[in-house]
């Protein structure tokens, strides 16, 4: 079953960077629309950015600053770069994505998350 895997998190300092990747774990489904949420402890999960298939990106004003997503149709790859990272960005960040698969059904799906800690 095709999966959306993400990679890229882990324990910064404050003000440092991170870019987040989110890829199709089978080539042969390929990402349409696509986002990027966190779950911080105790809080609900929220928008962090979306991203359409030709590459127009919307952003939680509370973040647009600081974070950018991007794609690369090639490598079937949604990115989220993070620059500045505060502590209250730590968070469980995950990909949602609607696929196309091989017989050009759309069907959304959910990462696994990654988890990006900032420390003070």
């Known amino acids: 079953q095709v999966q959306l895997v993400e990679s890229g998190g882990g324990l910064v300092q404050a003000g440092g960077s991170l870019r987040l990747s989110c890829t199709a774990s089978a080539s042969t489904y390929k990402i349409n629309i696509a986002h990027w949420y966190r779950q911080g402890p105790g809080k609900q999960r929220e928008l962090v950015a979306t991203i359409s298939s030709g590459g127009s990106a919307n952003y939680a004003d509370s973040m647009k600053d600081r974070f950018t997503i991007s794609r690369d149709n090639t490598k079937n790859t949604v990115y989220l770069q993070m620059i500045s990272l505060k502590p209250e960005d730590t968070a469980a960040y995950y990909c949602?994505?609607?696929?196309?698969?091989?017989?050009?059904?759309?069907?959304?799906?959910w990462g696994q998350g990654t988890q990006v800690t900032v420390s003070s």
């Open positions: 949602n994505a609607d696929l196309w698969d091989p017989r050009g059904r759309l069907t959304n799906y």
